[in-house]
């Protein structure tokens, strides 16, 4: 696999930051103008990318109401997934004018296809990439179908087994796309953080050779932000205007000033992995004087003895090395030394022929 992949323009690398990924799923509630002021949101608050799904209720589900197809336990219990997919799809004419938006305003749209419809309609658009979500990683025809665009594409693996993130890995090879992300993720609405299990982020990277990032349905940013440090190269989280006003995802989604925490936090913990080139940051350099070194704590005559009572190690470090303190004690001084003066080479008599205390 490639080490480094662009969607529309933007290089997704280990050496870049995380591209960030706004999702805005049912967020809406139905409304476009919220939609318009979530993509206004996510642009403001500094992500790279802003995120929608592609589907309707009858092409994800059918309206029934039988076993399997109503909900159990969870945010959403008691709900058919007829039902709540019809809430939380959004419209496709909503998509022209929704990608024109973000494009218009300078953010990178595109979305997750749920079936071979969704990705023609996706086409239509010119959608820089396509994201699988996690309960469609099993839809090898779909990974296939949308791997064949020629697009990259972002495969999200809650749920997946080893086998069914080989297979989505091959299909994504097979059907010829030009780049893979696979994005951990733990598919519980919302995550707890000792469940994200970020170490899995190593494991997928080593075994498939892909970029590897987070999808993140965890509470606040502490989660994302490790596992920037541990090299994601893309986060997802899912955004909403106000998670008071409710919406079928609200409840885990982050509002426009967490996300712009997010993004400034996962940015300065992939900054913080890079190594800094030289012996030490240039933000160090101006207190090295600032370390301890040995001066002279008593008035000194030529001829004198050094002791512990006339020399010390103390700040600042403009004198000999501390660690030369055991070899200066019990020699004589070659000079009237006052007190605050700096102990050189030159002022120790046994040492007058040496070069900055290098001994």
């Given at each position: 696999?490639?080490t480094?992949?662009?969607?529309a ?6 050496s870049?930051?995380p591209?960030?990924?706004?999702e805005?799923?049912g967020?809406?509630?139905g ?11 996510a ?5 790279d990318a802003v995120?929608f799904?592609t589907y309707?209720?009858?092409t994800i589900?059918?309206?029934h109401?039988g076993?399997?197809?109503?909900i159990?336990g969870?945010?959403w ?15 496709w004419d909503?998509?022209?004018a929704?990608?024109e938006?973000?494009r ?11 079936d071979?419809t969704?990705?023609d309609?996706?086409e239509?658009l010119n959608?820089p990439?396509?994201k699988i979500?996690?309960?469609e ?12 665009t020629?697009?990259p ?5 809650g749920m ?12 994504v090879g097979?059907a ?10 733990v ?8 469940e994200a299990n ?6 997928l990277?080593?075994?498939?050779g892909?970029l ?5 349905h ?9 596992a ?9 989280k899912?955004v909403?205007l106000?998670r008071?006003?409710?919406g079928?995802?609200?409840?885990f989604?982050?509002e426009?000033?967490e996300l ?6 996962v940015?300065a ?17 101006p207190n090295?004087v600032?370390?301890?070194s ?10 004198d003895v050094?002791?512990?009572d006339n020399?010390?190690?103390i700040?600042?470090g ?8 055991r ?8 000079a009237?030394?006052?007190?605050g003066?700096?102990l050189?080479s030159?002022?120790?008599s046994?040492?007058s022929?040496?070069?900055?205390g290098?001994l």
């Amino acid at each position: 696999m490639t080490t480094t992949i662009s969607i529309a323009g933007r290089s997704i690398c280990d050496s870049e930051p995380p591209f960030v990924i706004a999702e805005i799923s049912g967020n809406h509630n139905g409304e476009i103008e919220r939609a318009f002021r979530l993509i206004d949101a996510a642009k403001q608050a500094g992500a790279d990318a802003v995120k929608f799904q592609t589907y309707t209720a009858d092409t994800i589900t059918i309206d029934h109401h039988g076993p399997g197809f109503v909900i159990e336990g969870g945010l959403w219990d008691g709900r058919s997934l007829h039902d709540l997919y019809r809430e939380a799809h959004t419209p496709w004419d909503w998509h022209p004018a929704l990608f024109e938006h973000a494009r218009q305003i300078g953010i990178i749209p595109f979305s997750s296809p749920f079936d071979p419809t969704a990705v023609d309609l996706l086409e239509s658009l010119n959608a820089p990439a396509y994201k699988i979500a996690s309960f469609e990683i099993v839809d090898i025809p779909l990974i296939e179908y949308a791997a064949a665009t020629g697009k990259p594409l972002i495969v999200s693996t809650g749920m997946a087994s080893d086998g069914d993130v080989s297979d989505a890995v091959e299909a994504v090879g097979r059907a010829g796309a030009p780049g893979l992300i696979l994005l951990h993720c733990v598919s519980g609405y919302p995550t707890q953080a000792e469940e994200a299990n970020l170490p899995r982020m190593a494991r997928l990277r080593a075994s498939h050779g892909a970029l590897v990032g987070l999808s993140d349905h965890t509470l606040g940013n502490a989660v994302a932000v490790a596992a920037a440090a541990l090299g994601a190269v893309a986060i997802e989280k899912h955004v909403t205007l106000d998670r008071a006003d409710g919406g079928p995802d609200a409840a885990f989604s982050l509002e426009p000033d967490e996300l712009a925490a997010l993004v400034r936090d996962v940015r300065a913990a992939h900054a913080a992995m890079h190594p800094v080139p030289g012996e030490s940051p240039a933000s160090e350099k101006p207190n090295t004087v600032l370390r301890r070194s040995l001066y002279v704590v008593a008035d000194i005559s030529a001829g004198d003895v050094f002791t512990k009572d006339n020399v010390r190690s103390i700040r600042p470090g403009y004198g000999l090395a501390p660690k030369l303190l055991r070899r200066v004690l019990g020699e004589r001084a070659t000079a009237d030394l006052k007190r605050g003066t700096p102990l050189a080479s030159h002022h120790v008599s046994a040492f007058s022929d040496t070069k900055n205390g290098v001994l």
